[in-house]
């Protein structure tokens, strides 16, 4: 796993121009991939797993009657924003998908 980690972050750097840090997330995508899921269910399979962690996270929480370990998540962005369907979406210089 270490020389793809090594060749995952140099390929992120040479076609993002930025350093990024691996982490169990960062290989979901290269799962999803292995597993014969489609391109377009990778972000919600992401935010979906991500969801059902901070709830349980917040239920622990509250039923051990213990403080939040981090502050409270108070979204700043916009809303409304409308949505813009992957095939109408720009694709980013080096991106081959």
């Not at 980690?5 to 140099?10: G, P």
């Not at 709830?55 to 509250?62: F, G, P, Q, S």
Request: proline fraction near 4%.
């Amino acid at each position: 796993m270490d020389r793809f980690e090594k060749a995952a972050v140099a390929t992120m750097k040479k076609r993002k121009g930025t350093h990024v840090c691996a982490n169990v997330d960062y290989y979901s995508g290269f799962a999803y991939h292995m597993l014969g899921i489609d391109q377009s269910l990778f972000t919600p399979l992401f935010a979906t797993s991500r969801c059902a962690g901070w709830i349980a996270h917040h239920l622990e929480n509250r039923q051990n009657n213990r403080k939040l370990i981090r502050p409270a998540n108070i979204y700043v962005g916009e809303h409304r924003v409308p949505k813009v369907l992957q095939e109408a979406r720009t694709k980013q210089p080096g991106e081959t998908q």
